[in-house]
T-cell receptor
Framework: DSGVTQTPKHLITATGQRVTLRCSPR?????VYWYQQSLDQGLQFLIQ???????AKGNILERFSAQQFPDLHSELNLSSLELGDSALYFC???????????FGPGTRLTVL | GESVGLHLPTLSVQEGDNSIINCAYS??????FIWYKQESGKGPQFIID?????DKRQGQRVTVLLNKTVKHLSLQIAATQPGDSAVYFC????????????FGKGTTLSVSS
């Protein structure tokens, strides 16, 4: 158990819908990262927040957004969902901005 | 561009053998490398890391070797056990990319008893 929690574990929704994925980092960690894992693209970095502010952006679609709240938990919002958005979404956290990242168990999103 | 890749997509070994999983990276500016293990249905689990100022680091039953000359990283697992069966990813952090991990495609290790 890494100490990073993610909810929900599974999410099934329809195309065009909007969902919110939630992540709680390890106690004391200030950085939260979001990654997408699909069969064809592997693990891809989406976005990082550090102490409430966006720190780095990767291959995140404009339909996707994220935020980190004062209690340091983070949410990833996915809107106008498409079939191709079906994937595992992982959250990771680290103490600072360049430390070892520890991953949560992931949320499996299925878009029908 | 920068990329992290693995030499073999699958590796099959017998229980008790030593396993070696290889990874090649292309960005000479990368200064931090991590190996993760991912079991089916779970998130990547940290195994061991190494910074570019080192060429070897040992953990419990695992050793990571870094060869910066040929941009090669390897993970050695001693006395491989069935519980080691998983997908192994190497990841790098390159200065230009900030703090995002760049993952290779993974090697599936299968251990038979």
């Amino acid at each position: 158990d890494s100490g990073v929690t993610q909810t929900p574990k599974h999410l099934i929704t329809a195309t065009g819908q909007r969902v919110t994925l939630r992540c709680s980092p390890r106690s004391g960690d200030l950085s939260v990262y979001w990654y997408q894992q699909s069969l064809d693209q592997g693990l891809q970095f989406l976005i990082q927040y550090y102490n409430g502010e966006e720190r780095a952006k990767g291959n995140i679609l404009e339909r996707f957004s994220a935020q980190q709240f004062p209690d340091l938990h983070s949410e990833l919002n996915l809107s106008s969902l498409e079939l191709g958005d079906s994937a595992l979404y992982f959250c990771a956290s680290s103490t600072g901005s360049a430390d070892t990242q520890y991953f949560g168990p992931g949320t499996r999103l299925t878009v029908l | 561009g920068e990329s992290v890749g693995l030499h073999l997509p699958t590796l099959s070994v017998q229980e008790g053998d030593n396993s070696i999983i290889n990874c090649a990276y292309s960005n000479s500016a990368s200064d931090y490398f991590i190996w993760y293990k991912q079991e089916s249905g779970k998130g990547p689990q940290f195994i061991i890391d190494i910074r570019s100022n080192m060429d070897k680091r040992q953990g419990q039953r695992v050793t990571v070797l870094l060869n910066k000359t040929v941009k090669h990283l390897s993970l050695q697992i001693a006395a491989t056990q069935p519980g080691d069966s998983a997908v192994y990813f190497c990841a790098e952090i390159a200065n230009q990319a900030g703090t995002a991990l760049i993952f290779g495609k993974g090697t599936t290790l299968s251990v038979s008893s």
